[in-house]
Nanobody, 121 residues
Framework: QVQLVESGGGLVQAGGSLRLSCAASGSIFRVNAMGWYRQAPGKQRELVATITSDNITHYADSVKGRFTISRDNAKNTVYLQMNSLKPEDTNVYYC???????????????WGQGTQVTVSS
């Protein structure tokens, strides 16, 4: 079993900052790409940012220049630093990790439970 535990969400005023964290634990051989997604009620989940195991990053156009994704491979943890937050960033943010659980297994997708980010105007 693999668990992803997120933290760092909350309420912030527009222009403020928040930092999300997500730690993967359990039966892990290797964590490949990790990422953050977000989903508003009634809408599809959308990509925010991803990072590979060798730190190649990709961002949604809507967050480029404001959000920074990073990771600590020794801790199997991914971070999302969110600056210059806007009300439209209000969403539930989900952590994703692509995990190889044993040397002989495939890569599997795992998701965190979600953390609410609310940006007030």
């Amino acid at each position: 079993q693999v668990q992803l535990v997120e933290s760092g969400g909350g309420l912030v005023q527009a222009g403020g900052s928040l930092r999300l964290s997500c730690a993967a634990s359990g039966s892990i051989f290797r964590v490949n790409a990790m990422g953050w997604y977000r989903q508003a009620p009634g809408k599809q989940r959308e990509l925010v940012a991803t990072i590979t195991s060798d730190n190649i990053t990709h961002y949604a156009d809507s967050v480029k220049g404001r959000f920074t994704i990073s990771r600590d491979n020794a801790k199997n943890t991914v971070y999302l630093q969110m600056n210059s937050l806007k009300p439209e960033d209000t969403n539930v943010y989900y952590c994703n990790a692509k995990v190889v659980v044993t040397i002989h297994s495939w890569e599997y997708d795992y998701w965190g439970q979600g953390t609410q980010v609310t940006v007030s105007s």
